[in-house]
């Protein structure tokens, strides 16, 4: 989402750290909505357009991210797609996903293939939401996606992490995304939160495998991994960030506490 955030400021000669203060924010969190780096809540939107005078619209140029369809809106448009009719009558406990390849998640399909071949994003969703007590049903999730044009190549690729934005700005979750590994160990060093990180496994470059989104806790004990394998049957622990990047080579990461 573009935003006119830095040059109503710039022109009113407000620095950063004021605005940051009029909002009740950080300096970080209004450097980073400048940048377009981090998608503000409607709340804090709102409080900014206020501040300038001004409407949401007249601050926060939407782009193709918030043309989000939920499944709610699918179902309301009568929607039809065959695998979310089969999927939403599969049995799923209401817990995190562990091994994406054990049942009965395996009988979850998205585009052409079954996810255990390709449903990483989704499973990280999936239990985002259950991570941070915002539960949405796998079979929605995979709706929309599909829905939203989010399956590259009929699912075969799996989804575009880059593109997440557009799902968490369809549910008004407020993220920001990092793109690099030192940022991502620097903003989980100073807070404790859940993220999403994709990332090429650089020891299985050639394969398909070898790409992969997993979703996470981090406190002070560490981080706690979720459906880091196919095939795990429990989460797996890590003492730092930087045991947990080891071999790997970031593609994105949201995080959720800005």
């Known amino acids: 989402m573009k935003n006119e955030v830095s040059r109503l400021r710039k022109e009113r000669g407000i620095s950063q750290d004021a605005l940051a203060t009029a909002m009740g924010v950080s300096r ?36 193709d991210l918030t043309t989000w369809k939920t499944a709610d809106m699918l179902r309301a448009e009568n929607k039809y797609n065959k695998n979310y009719e089969d999927n939403k009558h599969i049995m799923l406990e209401p817990d995190v996903i562990i091994g994406q390849s054990n049942p009965p998640c395996d009988l979850f399909r998205y585009g052409k293939f079954p996810i255990s071949f ?51 700005l369809g549910h008004d979750i407020p993220y920001k995304m990092i793109t690099d590994e030192e940022d991502f160990q620097k903003h989980i060093r100073r807070k404790c939160g859940v993220f999403l990180y994709s990332y090429f496994d650089v020891r299985n470059l050639l394969e398909i495998k070898g790409i992969h989104t997993v ?12 459906n880091y394998h196919d095939d795990d049957v429990k989460p797996v622990p890590f003492k730092t960030a930087k045991a947990f990047a080891e071999g790997k080579n970031l593609i994105c990461a949201y995080v959720f506490d800005v």
């Open 215 to 226: 979703a996470g806790v981090y406190d002070e004990l560490g981080l706690t991994i979720y």
């Open 28 to 63: 970080q969190t209004i450097c980073s909505i400048e940048n377009g780096k981090y998608n503000p809540s409607i709340i804090l939107a709102i409080h900014i357009a206020r501040y300038f005078g001004k409407t949401v619209e007249d601050i926060f140029i939407a782009d």
């Open 118 to 168: 390709n449903g990483d994003e989704a499973i990280a969703l999936y239990n985002l939401g259950i991570l941070s007590e915002k539960p949405q049903s796998l079979a929605d999730i995979l709706y929309e996606l599909e829905e939203n044009d989010m399956a590259l190549l009929g699912g075969f690729a799996g989804t575009d992490p880059k593109k997440l934005g557009g799902y968490f």
